[in-house]
């Protein structure tokens, strides 16, 4: 059974930085794709950030290109998002998803098979 937990989310305040964890039980991240999306209240879930470990290749929603980076300890099969310069339009609840997306649907949440059960991100002054 595969199994995605994500971790880390609180309030933070504006500027300031804050790291999600993922870990995943059941499947071995190297093997996969992993997502991160986002939904703020009463808006659409969209797409954060990506990364291909196959090839070492990260994607990102222009929001947030140049704030945001992914990482992996491979040793605990935990993902995260690492997440700068925060500020209220990405207070959100964070989701990560381990999936093999092509090209095409890597930031799309059809793109990914496994889904946590997402952590809430508040960022205010």
């Known amino acids: 059974q595969v199994q995605l937990v994500e971790s880390g989310g609180r309030f933070v305040q504006t500027g300031g930085s804050l790291r999600l964890s993922c870990a995943a039980s059941?499947?071995?991240?190297?093997?996969?794709?992993v997502g991160w999306f986002r939904q703020a209240p009463g808006k659409e879930r969209e797409f954060v950030a990506a990364?291909?470990?196959?090839?070492?290749?990260?994607y990102f929603a222009d929001s947030v290109k140049g704030r945001f980076s992914i990482s992996r300890d491979a040793a605990i099969n935990t993902a995260y998002l690492q997440m700068h310069s925060l500020d209220s339009e990405d207070t959100a609840v964070y989701y990560c998803?381990?999936?093999?997306?092509?090209?095409?649907?890597?930031?799309?949440?059809?793109?990914?098979?496994?889904w946590g059960q997402g952590t809430q991100v508040t960022v205010s002054s």
């Open positions: 990364r291909r470990w196959s090839i070492g290749t990260s």
């Open positions: 059941g499947i071995t991240f190297g093997d996969y794709s």
């Open positions: 998803a381990a999936g093999r997306p092509i090209r095409s649907t890597i930031e799309t949440a059809r793109g990914y098979s496994y």
